[in-house]
């Protein structure tokens, strides 16, 4: 098969119809295959920690993304043409067209990588062309991970299918062997690791520790059927004994047949007997009969005694009640010396168990003062030095050799990557000695790239004094509701339970209930501890459930349990500020009307010892969940709310709160936000603070959640999972009528790329471009404008601006011209757009009752952020939010991949309903610019109470970053909605510090 046949059969139907099961491509199935190679590329990073990787063979880049995503320096190759150019635009320089057999392929960016992979691609080669694969890349690789399907010869394009053991044998010949301490057979069966032989004699001995722990298995598991095989005998002594059992039962049974059949002689000798009672009956009847007055008289007797009788019932009942009266009372007598005696045996045991740790710790510290662990700790800080100072050289090393590498790509970019993947690795890291956490986090603050989150920590929040006086002032609130804290429990260590409930008790506000539903029925240490706060204090409310109902089931037994007029949600494994409930009551006392308040919030290390990844949040912004339950915690919502709409449905756990707060933000628009960090989500394994993969059913049950609210609030909308903006809403109504007014105040060739790039995504049934041009411009580009109509299909009109006139005039006026059903205002420097771009912007428009406008977000042709909606200060000057980051990164305020709501967008692509810009009275002509006026505009649409809209599925596109000539920061950005106070700069986006200068 030459070069030319290959390239024709691995072609875009190959990819997507002829591979088995699901297609290839990074949409399929909700983004399996991201996930799957997200999968092995953690599992190699953790376990080979490599600086630099090539993927041979890396078809549509999907790993190579995900080696990029984690900070690794990587590249790739396929012998696939349309492959390579699948891959994601940013990493399109990262890979190349090659063969593996070329060797060429392996030293065109590096002569050494710490590691290549190469995943199910040899057997697509003839075998003397993989052999020559592998020889290459056992020169180029210090480790190598290997797979090739072993029995699939059914596959025509499999040319060399080999059993496992004769690829270790060629491997073997070029100096590698399998590292069989390295387990990925969940992921890929086929899997291998393979490292190269620097000591044949070292490798030789790993082989027979290997060995070895096989033999230490076996003899295990051979001891374990050995104890299965005594438990067997002992069992089948116990079924004989039974059968025994069972035999005398048999004989018994008999016998009690015999007794049965005399009773029933008996029963027919009773039967004559009693034929014979009834003959004496009637005899004795006649009798009675004649006694009958004499029965009278007695009756009378009767009758006088029972009247007699009533007289003394009522006064036997007035004693009862007094006996009643005085047997309550020594009930509760009893009781309050029970609990008194409980309290005092509770006493007891705290002050012999104090006790016993007392003396425990004596005979620590004198056993410290006797042996040698003053001089173990000296090594170990001499130890800590010397990594302190010798790491350093090495790194910087690496650091200088990096910058050459990845200059292409952006140092910061590329440093702050491997940061916090290194950062997102530890988090989760604990251990039950002290001494190790401490180290983890001292190594997480050395990691950070700034000390601004710590500062800004140290400036804001309260300390122990003031925690003290905020106490005293809670007491004093005119309004103290009850809040009543859901907390569903199930699965937990001990120690983070206690850590959960001990960040309640620690509250300053105390007018509170903790609803604890405990699902974890065999872990009776935990039951214990839980009961016994229950006793001591009753504001704990506990339900022990017999199984497991999930997160929603649990959360709704909690729920029955409050009280209060409003609910918390607290996960079982995260943390409370101190101040959270204060700040709660004291907004409630400010606004007692309201339904629901969310909080900031921050993640904790799982050794609580390191706070990060700070998420700031704008005011209400109910688009923003499209895209992420931004919402997250702390919220708190009223109670009678929450139970008129059903509480927690089961039907979406993995995505309850947010499915919750959705059905809730339907019924009310009471919201409000609190501007402080009120709750620490912790970092464990299984939490989704790890992403959605630590939960992958987590993803359905937010997409049913997602359709659920479009289905209630009649949208007309579908929503599907997007890989890269969580969400993707599409209207499905007729096609709009669109009026593109184009600002052409640029040069020709801005302006020819603009129409163009338009062109080539518009209908000219439906879409009609205006563009406001000077009129030097438009003579001096007559024959250029001749050839540019001949290759476009849009209609165009031309208005032009004389010489002296204002331009802001001709594009109002080009806007209220011609009746349409949407105004679509376009700057000449936008060059290019993605797909279905005008289809997103209109749809928002035109169907969301509550959006004035929409803008697309604005990039580079690098993928870097030129804006992502304006925040606006009281002059009406205009900040561009994410100005210069880059489109992937995710900073304390979101990204720009979120659907976001904002305050005014500038004139780069942005669109308004026809008759909402006709009602708005369209641009202002006595503004001193385009973009002043744009957000005068804007501004007075949400003066209608409609809300902006950046579409992160609508992307226009400038040659360059154009420079940001905004006025300095101005402290009124900080009441703009969508911003947040403890901000001191849009560009770039910095804390504020207590001076109130950026930290």
């Not at 290959?6 to 088995?20: I, K, R, S």
């Not at 012999?352 to 700790?377: D, I, Y």
């Not at 000296?378 to 990594?387: F, G, H, P, R, V």
Request: aromatic share 10%; proline share 4%; glycine share 4%.
């Amino acid at each position: 098969m030459n070069k030319l046949d290959y390239q024709d059969f691995y072609n875009e139907n190959y990819y997507l119809g002829m591979v088995p099961g699901i297609p290839y491509d990074r949409t399929a199935n909700a983004g399996h295959w991201l996930r799957f190679f997200n999968a092995v590329a953690d599992k190699l990073v953790n376990y080979v920690s490599p600086s630099s990787v090539l993927d041979v063979g890396c078809a549509k880049g999907f790993l190579v993304e995900a080696f990029y995503n984690r900070g690794i320096f990587v590249h790739g190759f396929d012998y696939s043409e349309y492959a390579i150019s699948c891959v994601r635009v940013d990493l399109k320089p990262s890979v190349f067209v090659a063969s593996a057999a070329d060797s060429n392929a392996f030293n065109r960016t590096q002569h050494q990588y710490d590691l290549i992979t190469c995943i199910e691609v040899v057997e697509h080669m003839p075998r003397y062309e993989a052999l020559d694969a592998i020889k290459n890349m056992c020169q180029y690789a210090k480790v190598i991970f290997f797979s090739s399907t072993a029995d699939d010869f059914a596959e025509p394009t499999h040319l060399t299918v080999l059993p496992r053991i004769n690829w270790l044998k060629i491997f073997l010949d070029n100096g590698f062997i399998p590292d069989y301490n390295f387990n990925i057979y969940d992921l890929v069966p086929h899997g291998i690791l393979l490292r190269r032989i620097e000591d044949e004699v070292s490798e030789i001995n790993k082989l027979i520790e290997f060995i070895e722990w096989q033999f230490d298995s076996l003899r295990i598991e051979i001891n374990n059927r050995n104890n299965i095989q005594s438990k067997l005998i002992d069992l089948e002594s116990k079924v004989s004994s039974l059968q025994v059992e069972l035999e005398t039962s048999q004989s018994q049974l008999q016998a009690t047949q015999v007794e049965l059949e005399t009773s029933q002689s008996q029963l027919q000798a009773t039967q004559v007997e009693l034929e014979t009672s009834q003959s004496q009956l009637q005899a004795t009847q006649v009798e009675l009969e004649t006694f009958q007055p004499q029965l009278q008289a007695t009756q009378v007797e009767l009758e006088t005694s029972q009247s007699q009788l009533q007289a003394t019932q009522v006064e036997l009942e007035t004693s009862q009640s007094q006996l009643q009266a005085t047997q309550v009372e020594l009930i509760t007598s009893q009781s309050q010396l029970q609990a008194t005696q409980v309290e005092l045996i509770t006493s007891q045991s705290q002050l012999q168990a104090t006790q016993a740790e007392l003396e425990s710790c004596q005979n620590f510290v004198s056993w410290m003062e006797t042996s040698k662990f003053w001089k173990l700790r000296k090594i170990y800080l001499n130890l800590k030095q010397k990594i302190t100072y010798g790491i350093n050289p090495p790194f910087l090393k690496l650091a200088n050799k990096s910058i050459t590498i990845i200059r292409k790509e952006g140092y910061q970019i590329f440093n702050k990557r491997a940061l916090n993947f290194l950062k997102y690795q530890m988090m989760g890291f604990r251990t039950r000695f002290s001494f190790a956490d401490t180290l983890v986090a001292e190594v997480l603050q050395n990691l950070a790239d700034s000390s601004e989150y710590d500062q800004w920590i140290k400036d804001y929040e309260l300390t122990d004094e003031e925690l003290k006086q905020q106490k005293i002032k809670a007491s004093f609130l005119n309004y103290q509701p009850v809040l009543s804290v859901i907390l569903p429990v199930y699965k937990l260590p001990l120690v983070i339970l206690k850590e959960t409930i001990n960040s309640v008790l620690q509250q300053t506000y105390t007018n509170w209930e903790l609803c604890i539903a405990f699902a974890d029925i065999g872990n009776f240490q935990t039951i214990e501890y839980i009961k016994k706060l229950s006793l001591q204090d009753k504001r704990f409310k506990l339900a022990i459930i017999p199984e497991n109902r999930g997160i929603s089931g649990n959360s709704n037994v909690s729920l029955e349990m409050a009280t209060g007029e409003f609910i918390a949600l607290l996960d079982h494994d995260d943390l409370l500020s101190p101040w959270a409930f204060y700040e709660v009551v004291n907004e409630l006392n400010k606004q007692p009307d309201l339904d629901f308040i969310y909080s900031d919030k921050d993640c904790i290390s799982a050794n609580s010892m390191v706070r990060s990844r700070l998420l700031l949040k704008p005011e209400w912004s109910p688009e923003i969940l499209y895209s992420a339950n931004y919402l997250t915690h702390l919220c708190i919502a009223r109670r009678e709310l929450v139970n008129r709409i059903g509480g927690f449905r089961p039907e979406t756990d993995g995505a309850q709160d947010w499915d919750l707060f959705l059905r809730i933000t339907e019924q009310t628009s009471r919201i409000a936000r609190i501007n402080s960090v009120l709750y620490h989500w912790r970092i464990i394994q299984g939490s989704t603070s790890l992403g959605i993969d630590s939960k992958p059913y987590a993803l359905e049950a937010q997409l049913k959640s997602l359709k659920d609210h479009l289905s209630r609030t009649q949208l007309p909308a579908i929503i599907s999972p997007h890989p890269e903006c969580g969400f993707r809403l599409e209207w499905k109504t007729p096609p709009a009528k669109v009026s593109i007014v184009i600002d052409g105040e640029v040069s020709w060739d801005y302006l020819s790329a603009c129409i163009s790039a338009i062109s080539a995504f518009a209908d000219p049934n439906l879409h009609k471009a205006k563009i406001v041009l000077s009129e030097s411009n438009y003579y001096s580009q007559a024959r250029e404008r001749e050839i540019l109509i001949e290759q476009i299909n849009l209609p165009i009109d031309w208005l032009l601006v004389k010489e002296g006139n204002c331009k802001l005039t001709t594009l109002a006026e080009a806007a209220r011209q011609d009746t349409a059903d949407v105004v679509l205002f376009v700057s000449g420097q936008v060059v290019k757009f993605e797909k279905g771009w005008i289809e997103e912007l209109s749809g928002w428009v035109l169907n969301h009752p509550d959006i004035g406008f929409a803008s697309a977000l604005i990039l580079t042709n690098q993928n870097i952020v030129v804006e992502a909606g304006l925040i606006v200060d009281k002059y009406g000057n205009g900040s561009p939010l994410f100005y210069g980051s880059n489109l992937y990164s995710w900073e304390t305020f979101g990204g720009a991949l979120w659907y976001r709501n904002c305050t005014a967008s500038s004139p780069w692509a942005v669109a308004f309903s026809y008759k909402h810009y006709l009602a708005l009275g369209g641009l202002s002509i006595d503004s001193s610019s385009v973009q002043h006026s744009m957000i005068k505009l804007c501004q007075a649409s949400r003066a209608t109470n409609k809300r902006g809209l950046v579409n992160p599925h609508a992307r226009a596109f400038l040659l360059g970053l154009p420079d940001n000539d905004v006025p300095k920061f101005d402290d009124s950005l900080a009441d703009d909605p969508y911003f947040h106070p403890a901000f001191a700069s849009v560009v770039p986006l910095k804390l504020r510090s207590k001076n109130g200068e950026v930290s």
